[in-house]
């Protein structure tokens, strides 16, 4: 019995700025049958509050509590791990919001966190700002390592570009917040009185959306409407409980 679906954004109720076709018909649908209906996205340039914005702008309705983001989930796990370090932000300003609203302070110099998440403007003085507080022993913590991430038409560079230029002159390795890492899981079942047997994944790509509901343990659904291609499954070796065109074929199928 699936009482919440966690769902990934980008490529699965929309792709930029544009909603998926059902999409907010999927989530009245699941609503109307009392299941809850939750948001995840590796995304962090946006705090919690602007995602909502955004999906209800689009006709999809949302509540803040119920997104779970990048930059929020950077924020809460420096709060819960890290408290009262000084944070290096190589990131937009979601990542700052969300640091702000946890009263976690940020800094350019003598940071005990160096927190990386998309960056547009990602620069050398960045790279190198990053680079000296890992030197003298800061905690490396990066919101994803997605290559890249969809938008009409095409895809741009993602957080991953960023974490891979630190990573490389650094020689550390980043613990990354977001899917395919289980944490936000945790939050979630707390936060909502979930179990894992009563949660489903939705999402768009393998190697983050399905690899994380499996790490979890939890049921998952590969919409194609975005990054992973059916082809992709045998290749990738990781299976989804459920391969839908969309999210509109969701409901008949896990819900009857
Ligand atoms: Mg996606």
Do not use: W
């Not at 966690?6 to 609503?31: H, Q, S, V, W």
């Amino acid at each position: 019995m699936i009482k919440a679906v966690i769902f990934d954004l980008d490529g699965t109720l929309y792709r930029g700025k544009t909603p998926l076709p059902g999409a907010a018909e999927t989530l009245d649908a699941l609503r109307g049958r009392g299941v809850k209906a939750l948001f995840l996205t590796n995304a962090a340039t946006m705090g919690r509050a602007e995602v909502a914005a955004k999906l209800n702008g689009m006709g999809l309705r949302a509540k803040k509590e119920d997104v779970y983001c990048g930059a929020y989930l950077l924020a809460r796990y420096i709060a819960q791990n890290h408290k009262g370090n000084p944070v290096y932000v190589v990131g937009e300003k979601g990542i700052f919001d969300e640091l702000k609203e946890m009263g976690i302070t940020t800094v350019e110099e003598g940071a005990g966190v160096v927190a990386v998440g998309l960056d547009r403007r990602f620069t050398y003085d960045k790279l190198a700002k990053a680079h000296l507080a890992l030197k003298r022993g800061a905690v490396f913590l990066a919101s994803n390592t997605d290559a890249t991430f969809p938008v009409e038409g095409g895809e741009l560079p993602g957080a991953g570009g960023m974490v891979a230029a630190i990573e490389k002159v650094s020689g550390k390795r980043p613990h990354v917040t977001g899917k395919p890492n289980p944490y936000v899981m945790e939050l979630i079942e707390k936060e909502h009185g979930l179990k894992k047997q009563e949660i489903m994944v939705v999402g768009d790509r393998l190697e983050t959306d399905i690899a994380f509901a499996r790490n979890c343990g939890v049921k998952s659904a590969l919409v194609l409407s975005g990054a992973s291609k059916k082809e992709d499954i045998r290749e990738n070796g990781m299976r989804p409980d459920y391969v839908f065109g969309s999210v509109a074929e969701l409901i008949s199928a896990v819900l009857p």
